[in-house]
């Protein structure tokens, strides 16, 4: 399936170009058809007041009206038409960041800069790029030395709270103090001794209010058990003098409690007992089942008033009176949920963050206070850190670029196409996923496909609108709109020129010409067929990694995830043997070469351990990083990486201070070349033989990731029995890497796996791919080593078909083999 739209179009210079004042006028039908605003409020109106502002240092003003211009255009662009003749060079995301530079709104500058420059368009301008670069430089200085007196402030903050909370916890006020501390939390949540004091103040609070709910709740169980036993309901009565007496020792209520079980042994004759017991007995278990706990509790204390030492009736009784206090416990723990709830949406953030706190010292991984505690902490973090400037106006709206096709026609941007069937693609760069929407000809709403995927802190959403074309001009809007509610609006004029042989008088030869072209086409694929059956075509691969992507299946989700976690850490694969750990670590590489990440620029490497001996490892893992990357960079004396002699030959041997000094130069040369944060990423296969060296080469490789450059330095490791060496603490390695475990492909992937590659030049009778996905148990080497094996018999017999006998006699041969290697 083609990836892009209209690859088999005509080159645009050899197209027919219609007379300079059609064009204009086909590209205002086009504005009009679209619906687009050409009266009132346009875009090029909120960028000049924009402009004005700045220059007059009314920075939230130009803030709002850069807004208003993104929400109508989207896209930047250079010497865009703006009214009349006039044209502007229109950077709406790299004005933006100035203006928040200027507030002191850094992270927000910041990400105006990267959209801008992840648009692309900013790079035709000289100047317009430099801009973008000097105040890129200004705001990353500027959040250092915020981000600096920020850090002071909170030590600051921390240690006042911590100090307050103390001194109120010794004077008895526990909940003050935990409100105290919370503020230090806030702002730096992850100090030990702050953290060890919430603890504390979390556990005596709850056994101050424990112990304090508990004696209330004596008091009303005894006052209650009063009046059942006045009233003759010993059994009521001995219920909750139990609970009593379960909080602690109490005369009255042991007093009561014999008072109750002399009444309900009177009150049953002697003769009738053994039956009482029975049915009472019977009835508590219907009851406990049924959930109904203090009736149950009731008739346990007729049998147990009766046989003190019925055994079950005590173990019922003891399970129930448990559940029965866990049941009470999380209803305390709801209700200090919902309090907390409604404290934070008051705006209470303190009381919330006390309330959340009491649920996690009974219960230390609740989801919702955790939720809780960590909203309340951002709240109030941003309440004392606030920089005094902000305003609450950091958010950016999407940004929107089109896979352009677009030419000048008559000062209007537009595509000229000759076929009705039109496809615009684009993607929309945003902090949050977007939704996408699109109007189409005549301003109806058109399918908006489209599919996000996070990239580092941003999420790209790739996006395809199609849509059969009128003769003329039509505009499409495509509208972005993020998770806050920000929205951008972009459009795309197309012209469409209808060829001469699809006039309507031309309908019959038209058909006949149609004919004749499939046929031609029929002829073309039959020619390229025949040709692949003489050359044996056959695209499946037995043995080595998979390097085409095309035959790459099932484990999307897998490298979406790894390309998620790798920009802050390293990552453990394992898997048993040809699962296809090589294959990923391969693919891993070509994309992170290709990816355009906002904030990072990825070199990865791919290191082959594989019967590496110990004594040459540093030296093998040197030679094999600089091979990959040194032939375009020179170190820092000016000196070529490329003639650096291989360590692997050098005379005087190759340390692991030797790797130390030359990764550090190569880091510095890479840095040197690029405006991003760079990530040299180790793709390590074969990893199992670290397992086999002396401990100490482990901890020297581990000791790279804790140099100076680390924050530059990053691994993707793959093994089949690393895991459980590196599970033990004692290993160098212990808690180091996230671990992600590969798995045998989705049945969907394997089918797609069988039936993909050998697509127009085969036909595969049904079930067969199923068959094979299921004797290959969604394992990629056996699927391509059977299709292997099933494409080569149907060359040698002279078949185009796959069929299930031929899937029936590879089982059987494989069971063939399998009993002669057990004999």
Same mark, same amino acid.
């Given at each position: ?279 009472? $007995? &019977? %009835? *508590?278990?219907?009851?406990? !089942?049924? =959930?109904?706990?203090?009736? #149950?509790?009731?008739?346990?204390? @007729? +049998? /147990? ?31 200090? $949920? &919902? %309090? *907390?709830?409604?404290?934070? !949406?008051? =705006?209470?953030?303190?009381? #919330?963050?006390?309330?959340?706190? @009491? +649920? /996690? ?31 609450? $106006? ?430």
């Amino acid at each position: 399936m083609e990836e892009t739209p209209r690859e088999d179009e005509p080159s645009r210079r050899g197209r027919r170009r219609c007379p300079r004042g059609l064009a204009a006028a086909l590209a205002v039908l086009a504005l009009l058809a679209g619906g687009g605003p050409l009266l009132g409020d346009p875009w090029y109106a909120h960028y000049e007041n924009a402009e004005r502002a700045l220059r007059d240092k009314q920075w939230r003003t130009a803030v709002e009206q850069l807004r208003q211009a993104i929400e109508r255009k989207g896209d930047s662009g250079v010497r865009v038409r703006s009214y009349g003749m006039k044209v502007v060079d229109y950077f709406p995301y790299l004005r933006l960041g100035i203006a928040y530079h200027e507030l002191g709104q850094y992270d927000a500058a910041l990400e105006a800069f990267d959209t801008e420059e992840r648009l692309g368009v900013v790079r035709g301008s000289g100047p317009a790029a430099n801009e973008l670069q000097q105040y890129r430089q200004l705001a990353l200085a500027a959040k250092r030395e915020q981000a600096g007196a920020a850090g002071r402030r909170a030590a600051d903050i921390l240690a006042q709270s911590v100090g307050e909370a103390r001194d109120l916890a010794q004077r008895g006020q526990l909940d003050e103090a935990m409100n105290a501390l919370g503020r230090g939390l806030a702002v730096v949540p992850e100090d030990a001794d702050a953290l060890a004091l919430m603890a504390d103040l979390r556990s005596r609070v709850v056994a101050r209010d424990r112990a304090r709910d508990e004696a209330a709740a004596a008091e009303r169980n005894l006052e209650t058990a009063r009046q059942h036993l006045a009233a003759g309901r010993p059994e009521q009565a001995a219920t909750l003098l139990r609970q009593v007496l379960a909080a602690g020792a109490n005369a009255e209520a042991s007093a009561l409690l014999t008072r109750a079980q002399e009444a309900i042994a009177a009150s049953v004759a002697s003769g009738e007992r053994a039956q009482r017991i029975a049915e009472a $007995l &019977a %009835a *508590a278990r219907r009851l406990a !089942a049924a =959930g109904k706990t203090p009736e #149950a509790l009731h008739q346990l204390e @007729l +049998v /147990l008033a009766l046989d003190p030492q019925q055994a079950e009736a005590a173990a019922l009784r003891t399970q129930l009176a448990a559940a029965q206090s866990e049941a009470t416990e999380q209803t305390r723990l709801d209700d200090q $949920l &919902a %309090a *907390a709830q409604a404290h934070l !949406a008051a =705006g209470r953030f303190e009381a #919330a963050l006390s309330a959340a706190n @009491l +649920v /996690l010292a009974v219960d230390r991984g609740q989801p919702q206070a955790l939720a809780l505690v960590g909203r309340a902490y951002g709240e109030i973090s941003r309440r004392l850190l606030a920089s005094p400037a902000g305003g609450g $106006l950091g958010n950016i709206p999407p940004a929107i670029r089109f896979a352009d096709q677009r030419q000048d026609e008559g000062g209007t941007l537009a595509e000229r196409v000759t076929a009705s069937e039109f496809r615009l693609t684009g993607m929309a760069i945003d902090s949050s996923p977007v939704t996408i929407s699109a109007l189409g000809p005549g301003g109806r709403p058109v399918p908006a496909e489209s599919r996000s995927q996070q990239v580092g802190d941003y999420h790209v959403t790739e996006f395809r609108v199609e849509s059969r074309l009128p003769a003329g001009g039509t505009t499409f809007r495509v509208v972005a709109t993020d998770t806050a509610g920000l929205a951008s609006r972009s459009e795309y004029a197309v012209i469409y020129e209808r060829p001469w042989f699809r006039s309507p008088w031309l309908g019959a030869l038209g058909a006949s010409l149609a004919g004749a072209a499939i046929g031609g086409a029929t002829i073309g694929r039959r020619r390229r067929r025949r040709s692949r059956l003489r050359r044996r075509f056959n695209p499946y691969i037995a043995g080595g990694p998979v390097f085409d992507e095309g035959l790459f299946f099932g484990r999307e989700a897998l490298l979406q995830r790894i390309l998620q976690t790798i920009h802050t850490n390293s990552l453990l694969l394992h898997g048993e043997r040809r699962i296809g750990k090589t294959s990923i670590l391969h693919q891993l590489r070509r994309r992170l070469e290709t990816m355009e990440d906002p904030e990072y620029q990825f070199h990865p490497v791919y290191v082959d351990l594989q019967g590496t001996p110990e004594e040459k490892f540093f030296a093998t893992l040197a030679d094999q990083v600089f091979e990959a990357l040194s032939p375009t960079l020179a170190s820092a004396d000016g000196r070529p990486f490329a003639s650096r002699q291989p360590a692997l030959t050098r005379e005087a041997g190759y340390s692991h201070h030797d790797l130390v000094r030359e990764l550090h130069e190569l880091l510095q040369s890479l840095q040197a070349g690029s405006t991003k944060r760079i990530r040299l990423v180790l793709l390590i296969d074969e990893v199992d033989e670290l397992n086999h060296y002396d401990p100490r080469v482990n901890q020297k490789l581990r000791s790279l990731f804790m140099k100076r450059f680390a924050e530059s330095l990053v691994a993707v490791v793959a093994g089949v029995q690393i895991r459980k060496e590196w599970e033990k603490e004692t290993s160098p390695w212990y808690n180091f890497f996230e671990e992600v475990a590969v798995e045998p492909i989705a049945s969907a992937s394997a089918r797609e796996l069988v039936l993909q590659p050998i697509r127009g030049v085969f036909r595969v009778e049904p079930g067969v791919a199923e068959r094979i996905a299921v004797l290959s148990a969604g394992r990629p080497y056996l699927i391509q080593r059977h299709c292997l094996a099933l494409v080569n018999r149907l060359h040698d017999e002279g078949r185009r078909t796959l069929t299930l006998a031929d899937v029936e006699s590879l089982e059987q041969r494989a069971a063939s083999q399998e009993r002669d290697g057990g004999h």
